[in-house]
């Protein structure tokens, strides 16, 4: 005679083989050394960031890709002609790309269309020459900058919030400088739009 017993058999899952144990030991690993390569970099070297604005047309376009050094404003100060990207003194959660036009203690002004900076090197005024400009410059109060300070303006200046509106940038608020266009394909660069000014003044 027969009888129906319920089973008390459990399953049991098979134990991971070595090679699977491997496996996620190596992707837990690999997790681990990208996170301690990536995080610094992000932090400390470089950034990405995307333009949004017409404020550095047609040096910049809105939707350009670019990679920011954060790296060599810790060995060096910005310098003239330099695009940089930084936080935007009336509400620092925002990011501004602007060019460098004057250094800490220049007074800065405009002539007849044209930014002039005045410097123990030039006290006279040294008138600067930039060929990205598709319009001339504004004319706008004369500002001279404290001893860490920068006055900063956009390629496309009628349509550009900068240093003439909302006065100049602190240097601890710089992040970096442009260092690599990356999208579109077609203006890839590095250094993207930077220029020393100075150097080819009229």
């Given at each position: 005679m027969e009888t129906n017993e319920?089973?008390?058999?459990?399953?049991?899952?098979?134990l991971p083989s070595k090679k699977q144990s491997s496996f996620f030991g190596e992707l837990i690993r690999f997790a681990l050394i990208a996170v301690i390569i990536v995080v610094p970099l992000r932090l400390y070297?470089?950034?990405?960031?995307?333009?949004?604005?017409a404020s550095m047309s047609p040096t910049f376009e809105t939707g350009e890709y670019l990679?920011?050094?954060?790296?060599?404003?810790?060995?060096?100060?910005?310098?003239r002609g330099d695009v940089i990207v930084f936080r935007f003194p009336q509400n620092p959660s925002k990011f501004f790309i602007k060019r460098v036009i004057g250094l800490p203690n220049e007074t800065v002004?405009?002539?007849?269309?044209?930014?002039?900076?005045?410097?123990?090197?030039?006290?006279?005024?040294?008138?600067?020459?930039?060929?990205?400009?598709?319009?001339?410059?504004?004319?706008?109060?004369?500002?001279t900058l404290g001893p860490t300070e920068y006055f900063v303006l956009?390629?496309?200046?009628p349509a550009s919030s900068d240093s003439r509106i909302w006065?100049?940038?602190?240097?601890?608020?710089?992040?970096g400088r442009a260092f690599v266009r990356l999208l579109p394909v077609a203006r890839?660069?590095?250094l993207p739009g930077g220029y020393q000014i100075e150097e080819v003044a009229q």
């Open positions: 319920q089973s008390n058999d459990t399953f049991v899952p098979p070297i470089a950034q990405p960031f995307i333009v949004s604005g990679i920011i050094d954060e790296l060599s404003y810790h060995l060096r100060e910005p310098r002004r405009t002539e007849n269309g044209a930014v002039v900076v005045q410097n123990e090197k030039h006290p006279d005024g040294l008138t600067l020459y930039e060929p990205y400009l598709v319009t001339e410059t504004a004319p706008f109060r004369s500002v956009g390629d496309n200046r006065g100049p940038l602190a240097s601890d608020l710089v992040i890839a660069d590095v």
